[in-house]
DNA sequence: CAAATATAATAGTATTACTATCATATATTA
DNA sequence: TAATATATGATAGTAATACTATTATATTTG
């Protein structure tokens, strides 16, 4: 990615942690070791306890940074969206014409990730693993409603509306800009997921991206013809 | 439903109980009860001792029909689908022009739940509910693979596979058949679970429908005008 | 009626998800 | 430089979870 981002600080709701882990080395390696076990044997067997033994810390001191493994998680997946929502914006900021905004739109939230060398930290591809795997486990909850109304869902749902703006604005009469939007997003990661899982319940592989998929879905659902 | 149906049971893949609960009284209270408490209480929270103390019955004698709860799951799902999928087969059989069969399943598969009386045990509308907010753990672990491999899927598998030939029937030059009927079942749960908890991401509430939504972006992608 | 089968009761285990307390190391400031 | 605040570590403890094992008691069936 750009050199501009590496002073870009991804900010996420302060109620998501109860320490910030960008403020110290302790909180760092929590961040970078969690993505790694996460990814490695999936979040119902990651403990705190287990994270501490890796990183030679101790369990308790972890408490001190997130008050449990679902707030972790909640502020990983938070991170992910506001570092796509970071590249959205600023690869589209600039771009005049609504058609080749949104498609560039589909195109970085669609896509798979490649690491972005800016946050050492974090391996951001191992995150977007960790986000197609777990991100429907952190609103699938009894708690949703609260969790919302704490406000850890920003980041995802400004993003949803950033794109669902991009869709009005390429067709102002189509009827349903918001839910197209969260069908990209959300639809994305699950094709990404059945294309290394289900192979059957999808056309995505290795020439067909998923990015395809969607950009032949959103232009035709606008009535817009791409090349022409 | 139909009283065709009385006499209809939903098959189920016999590696998911030690013993099948449609076999027995108490085998039926764990299905009934289960439905109930998941849907209270969630699936996290859900256990078989407690399932037990509200059945009157104990926690040794659940785990002689289900290996685990995860189990249990798997079992209630593919139930479900099963259940979706009669429905749909049963619906649209008889009819000879693609593009209404087509739309009839999507309507099926996209409504909001109705009760259905001839499975006294089982109240489809909690149920349904259940698949919406739990369905997607029963396949995001580390042993998807693996319970792939042992058939727990093959019903919802099956149901994608159905919508799949229909969208081909009405387009067989469509490119993303399996990616569309797999979009069309996981969004429909996920348009549900915006609509309840997160509505400024969905443009479905009580005068629009997901269906109305589901319609209109497959047969615009099929590219058919569905009124001439 | 005997034998098989289903269910219930009880107990026990390792692990999880914490909370609490106290000790020690390091950094800050007076 | 000493006093103090702050961060981290070590240890212990608790209630609940997710089981397994054993034994007892009903109930069904041959």
Chains 1, 2 share one sequence.
């Not at 981002?5 to 909180?27: A, C, H, R, T, Y």
């Not at 993505?35 to 990651?46: D, H, T």
């Not at 609504?98 to 490649?114: D, G, H, M, S």
């Not at 197609?132 to 400004?158: M, W």
């Amino acid at each position: 990615m750009d050199r501009l981002l590496q002073s870009v600080k991804i900010s996420i709701n302060e109620k998501i942690f109860l320490k910030d882990p960008q403020s110290s080395d302790l909180g760092k390696r929590i961040i970078q070791e969690s993505i790694l076990m996460i990814s490695e044997m999936g979040f119902e067997s990651f403990t705190f306890r287990k994270l501490g033994m890796r990183i030679g810390s101790n369990e308790s001191s972890i408490y001190r940074y997130f008050e449990n493994k679902h707030k972790l998680l909640l502020y990983l997946t938070s991170w992910y969206w506001g570092w796509l929502e970071y590249q959205l914006v600023f690869s589209t900021n600039s771009m005049a014409d609504p058609v080749e905004k949104l498609k560039k739109a589909i195109e970085i939230v669609t896509r798979a990730t490649e690491e972005d060398s800016a946050f050492s930290h974090i391996n951001e591809v191992l995150l977007n693993k960790i986000v197609i795997n777990e991100y429907s486990k952190s609103y699938l909850t009894k708690e949703v409603d609260a969790d919302n109304k704490d406000g850890y869902f920003v980041i995802y749902k400004r993003l949803v509306s950033r794109i669902s703006q991009m869709i009005q604005a390429v067709n102002p009469s189509y009827r349903y800009p918001s839910s197209l939007a969260s069908t990209i997003l959300e639809g994305s990661l699950h094709q990404h997921f059945l294309k290394d899982h289900f192979t059957s319940l999808t056309n995505c592989h290795g020439n067909v991206a998923p990015t395809d998929y969607f950009i032949d879905l959103v232009f035709n659902s606008l009535n817009k013809d791409l090349n022409g």
